[in-house]
């Protein structure tokens, strides 16, 4: 806004000059000459607002008309540094900047070729003297003047946007050397993740599947070796488990050497539950279950398995710690509702096996100490499975049973 007011009152000052030149009685084609000179004006004036945009139009044509009409030449001078600071093209540079000269030096000559009043660059003292003007010299050091600052103005301009630009730059370098580091440090980070697995995969093939195929061959040596029922029914049953732990455990040691995030294996149906109660009532737990899934079908991988291993890692504490111990399984599950896991198991008290175990309904008390060691790495897994999946979990004695109780969200399909 300032500099289209400047560029309007110089070009309307130097319009209204021209127009006294022509004496007190202008004629109608003077008049309208002057009149088209402020329209002129108007245009000019305007154009300075797009001298950032289009910086060399704006120049070239501000200044021709300041050559051939009397509306000044602010506005090629305002133009002139947005040409010298955009434009990567000297010829043009140079060009511009003498145009701009020409429309100030004709400016200039247009006001020292009028007399009396109509000379802008004029004093009139009260003296003897009489009017005093500008000397064609003074005009010639005025224009210079006037044009060098105006390409000051355009290098400066073209030094800050370069260190504009170079602090961009420098800006973009150090964002993109943050990245490459971030990238660096996730890199190491994950190469480190997968030594760590490729560790664990050697050692689970070099010792617990190592263990694991030795127990099958001792299962089924006493398999044919036997004519007890009892023993063959046994030994069927641990040779069947140690072959499905088997084909997991392989599937998990390709997935740590795979570098998954996730275990890939195939992820047990909640129909597989009633498998693996007939598998612990085969390994001489006492056990009821009361099992209600609705749309089993339907639920989620993730939610199966989580199941599942909640499931069987409670019957092997109860195995574990409670041999002999009747077992309450309470599984209930519906899109929806969740599903909720209950399992209970009478605390023996001649074993005692849970050592300082919470009491359900009081935070604060125990039970007492065990002679059965046992390292709580089961029930850590289990809350961590049911945390992962939003669900909530908790386990201690109640009412002289130890209780396990898990909840899982099941969302709705159509939810």
């Known amino acids: 806004m300032g500099a289209v007011v400047v560029t ?6 130097a319009s209204t000059f021209d127009a006294i030149a022509y004496g007190p009685t202008p004629s109608g084609a003077q008049l309208a000459r002057t009149v088209l000179w402020w329209v002129l004006l108007a245009g000019v004036a305007t154009a300075v607002v797009w001298r950032d945009r289009y910086a060399v139009v704006v120049c070239l044509s501000t200044a021709a008309a300041g050559v051939l009409t009397p509306v000044g030449a602010v506005a090629p001078l305002l133009a002139l540094p947005f040409v010298i600071a955009r434009e990567r093209r000297w010829r043009v540079v140079v060009g511009c900047a003498a145009a701009t000269a020409l429309a100030v030096g004709v400016s200039f000559w247009r006001d020292e070729a009028r007399e009396g009043e109509a000379v802008i660059f004029s004093i009139t003292s009260t003296g003897l003297s009489g009017t005093s003007y500008l000397t064609p010299a003074g005009y010639a050091i005025l224009t210079a003047l006037l044009v060098a600052a105006s390409v000051g103005a355009g290098f400066l301009r073209r030094a800050v946007g370069r260190a504009d ?4 730059v420098a800006a973009a370098e150090n964002q993109r050397a943050r990245v490459l580091s971030s990238q660096a440090d996730e890199l190491r980070t994950e190469v480190s993740r997968q030594e760590e697995r490729e560790l664990i995969a050697r050692e689970m093939h070099d010792t617990v599947a190592h263990e694991l195929s030795l127990m099958s061959l001792q299962a089924s040596a006493y398999e044919v070796s036997t004519d ?3 023993v063959v029914d046994v030994a069927r049953t641990l040779r069947s488990s140690a072959h499905r732990t088997l084909d997991e455990m392989r599937t998990l040691i390709a997935s740590l ?3 998954s995030e996730q275990y890939t294996g195939s992820a047990p149906a909640l129909g597989d539950l009633a498998t693996l109660l007939d598998d612990a009532r085969a390994g001489g737990v006492d056990l009821t279950a009361t099992v209600f899934v609705a749309d089993a079908d339907e639920a989620p991988a993730a939610l199966t398995r989580a199941v599942y291993r909640v499931v069987q890692e409670a019957l092997t504490n109860v195995m574990k710690h409670a041999p002999g111990a009747r077992a309450d399984v309470d599984v209930r599950a519906r899109p929806g509702d969740g599903v909720d896991i209950t399992v209970r198991n009478a605390v023996l008290p001649e074993l005692n096996p849970y050592a300082d175990a919470p009491v359900l309904g009081d935070p604060g008390a125990t039970v007492g100490a065990s002679g059965i060691p046992g390292g709580g790495s089961g029930l850590v897994e289990m809350r961590e499975r ?4 939003g669900g909530t979990f908790d386990a201690g004695v109640q009412d002289g049973r130890y209780v396990v109780r898990a909840h899982l969200p099941w969302v709705h399909p159509t939810a």
């Open 257 to 259: 050497r795979a570098g």
């Open 165 to 168: 630009a170079a602090q961009q």
């Open 386 to 389: 049911c945390e992962a999946m």
């Open 228 to 230: 007890n029922p009892d």
């Open 8 to 13: 309007f009152t110089v070009g309307m000052m």
